[in-house]
């Protein structure tokens, strides 16, 4: 009897041994401090899961608008880069985006990171007649 026990608990432990672990990741989102540019407030921010990072810009209102106040659509020129500090780029996204009334975020740069490299991100937004002034974000990446 206690043979076919020991025999029984051998194979159920053989099975959970033959059960791969689930791997659990995390991504965390680590934002610069947010900025003013072009009336408008702006931040660049950092996903991070493991060695990948994806980086974005986010332009929002810079605060409730006026009571009464129509807001009309602004054209925004729109500039989003990373970099591994030392290293190579993380890519550039350059372009127009339309900003109403709601939040938007510019996306497309990020990849793999060696793990102990810091990541310099930096987002500018400009529209006429105010000019670019980025915001930055300098992210050790640990793994």
Known sequence: M???LLVAAGAA???LAATPA???TTTTVTCGYSGLQSGLQTKVCAEVTGDQVQLYGQIGLAG???PGTVLQPKELTVNLTGQIVGGASLGTVQ???TFTASTIQVRGVGGTV?????VHASFSVASYPWSPNPVTLDLPIAC
């Not at 060696?114 to 810091?118: D, F, L, V, Y």
């Open 2 to 4: 206690f043979r076919k």
């Open 13 to 15: 432990g053989l099975a």
């Open 22 to 24: 689930s791997a659990t």
């Open 64 to 66: 409730p608008p006026s």
């Open 95 to 97: 372009g127009y985006r």
């Open 114 to 118: 060696p793990c102990g490299s810091t």
